[in-house]
């Protein structure tokens, strides 16, 4: 007799390639990966989030929400799930969403180093007037002032084509962490130009997007939109 799969846990990395969905450890459903996060045992016995997915050894997805993560903390859902004593840090929700933004800045760099962002207001209203810009990105702690004159330009910029604007809007960083990514002082705009690397940061600033809003049932329209 063939050995039943177990749901809760995935049997590594090289075997996961073709699969589309997994079911969340927490809420039972089963969902499209983009929209989870997988977590593994390390070396130590700590549990871990592994957001590339590369990470060795079986791994258990939990719905990338903050909501649903410390869930499975309360609930001991990893050691039930992996079934032997493991090391959960309390702070793993937050842990988690630092990883994310680790990871987000991590990108943002790549997409810099392959000239597929300008910073600073005068260089992004540029871009934004010749049509080059991909993304918008504002500090989440810039000044209200800047960020309306460039959101309107980017609106005028759609009527003059007929339509309403498609732009994605990133605000999910703070100054500080888009200056240690770009490699400046001070950045508070930015634009993401077209390109592999920037559909890289994109993605993963969904990820981020939809881990900190799914619990206020705006996931949909935030990841979207990538604003936060």
């Known amino acids: 007799m063939l050995a039943q799969a177990d749901p809760d846990l995935d049997d590594g990395p090289r075997t996961q390639k073709s699969a589309t969905t997994r079911m969340c450890a927490v809420s039972r459903e089963v969902r499209p990966l983009d929209e989870l996060i997988r977590f593994v045992v ?21 719905s990338a929400s903050r909501r649903s993560v410390a869930e499975a903390v309360r609930r001991h859902q990893f050691s039930k799930g992996f079934k032997r004593d493991v090391r959960v840090a309390p702070t793993l929700p937050t842990d988690t969403d630092t990883l994310l933004v680790r990871s987000l800045t991590e990108a ?3 997409a810099a180093k392959a000239g597929q962002v300008v910073s600073g207001f005068g ?7 010749r ?5 918008l990105i504002h500090a989440l702690d810039g000044a ?3 960020i309306r004159k460039l959101d309107a330009i ?23 962490e888009l200056d240690l990514a ?24 969904q990820m981020l997007v939809r881990y900190r809003m799914a619990d206020d049932d705006k996931t949909a329209e935030a990841a979207r939109n990538s604003r936060a």
């Open 42 to 62: 390390a070396p130590t016995g700590e549990v871990i989030p592994d957001l590339k997915r590369k990470l060795p050894g079986r791994g258990m997805w939990i």
């Open 108 to 110: 943002l760099a790549m």
């Open 123 to 129: 260089k992004v209203e540029d871009a934004l007037n």
């Open 131 to 135: 049509n080059e810009t991909a993304a």
């Open 144 to 146: 209200a002032d800047g």
């Open 154 to 176: 980017m609106r005028q910029r759609g009527g003059k084509r007929g339509e309403s604007p498609v732009i994605p809007v990133v605000n999910v960083l703070t100054s500080e």
């Open 182 to 205: 770009l490699g400046r002082s001070n950045v508070i705009h930015a634009a993401l130009l077209a390109g592999p690397a920037s559909k890289t940061f994109l993605s993963r600033c």
